[in-house]
Antibody, heavy 121, light 111 residues
Framework: EVQLVESGGGLVQPGGSLRLSCAPS????????MRWVRQAPGKGLEWVSG????????YYAESVKGRFTISRDTSKNTLYLQMNSLRAEDTAVYFC??????????????WGQGTLVTVSS | QSVLTQPPSVSGAPGQRVTISCTGS?????????VHWYQHLPGTAPKLLIY???NRPSGVPDRFSGSKSGTSASLAITGLQAEDEADYYC???????????FGTGTKVTVL
């Protein structure tokens, strides 16, 4: 059974940093692109970032470009999202999601339960 | 600021059919990028409902179906059940934004 478990969320002050982790199981992590999606309170889903299966290509939404960094560690079988210069508008539940296949046309076939990030003083 | 537009809410009685529209543009749905649909209950992990416009993952009831035409797509739920009450999102890729885009989301209420 595919499982994705996020961790690392919490309360952080504006301008601060946080690193989210996502621990996958039940599939070969190295074979699939991975993505981060967030949902702000009372709002819809918003794609944040993506990384290719090999980790060589990364992609970001304009709202986080230059502040967030996605990465994957195959030795630790973990996906990360380093979030710097956090703003109040980054407050959201962050989900990691697995790409169903390769390429930009693929949907997200498995999701974690999410981890809450709150940016507030 | 979602680039895919959905109605905020739809409702129907048990057993009825409801449809949810997803309107995009020439840089996403109209550019032949596939549309995917997700069901989301607050506090839980979103679930892939339809992939590649009209395909159901294993375990998704055939009451759910998807279609795509031009710059729009739609999700249909037939034989509406109480357990279908949830938020539904369409999703595609946008070449102008060079990233994935979600719809504004639709809340389905079973009367």
């Amino acid at each position: 059974e595919v499982q994705l478990v996020e961790s690392g969320g919490g309360l952080v002050q504006p301008g601060g940093s946080l690193r989210l982790s996502c621990a996958p199981s039940g599939f070969n992590f190295n074979d699939y692109a991975m993505r981060w999606v967030r949902q702000a309170p009372g709002k819809g889903l918003e794609w944040v970032s993506g990384v290719s299966a090999g980790g060589f290509s990364t992609y970001y939404a304009e709202s986080v470009k230059g502040r967030f960094t996605i990465s994957r560690d195959t030795s630790k079988n973990t996906l990360y999202l380093q979030m710097n210069s956090l703003r109040a508008e980054d407050t959201a539940v962050y989900f990691c999601a697995k790409s169903r296949g390769g390429g930009r046309n693929s949907g997200f076939d498995h999701w974690g339960q999410g981890t809450l990030v709150t940016v507030s003083s | 600021q979602s680039v895919l537009t959905q109605p905020p809410s739809v409702s129907g009685a048990p057993g009825q059919r409801v449809t949810i529209s997803c309107t995009g543009s020439s840089s996403n749905i109209g550019a032949t990028y596939d549309v995917h649909w997700y069901q989301h209950l607050p506090g839980t992990a979103p679930k892939l409902l339809i992939y590649d416009n009209n395909n159901r993952p294993s375990g998704v009831p055939d009451r759910f179906s998807g279609s795509k035409s031009g710059t729009s797509a739609s999700l249909a739920i037939t034989g509406l059940q109480a357990e279908d009450e949830a938020d539904y999102y369409c999703q595609s890729y946008d070449s102008s934004l060079s990233g994935y885009v979600f719809g504004t989301g639709t809340k389905v209420t079973v009367l």
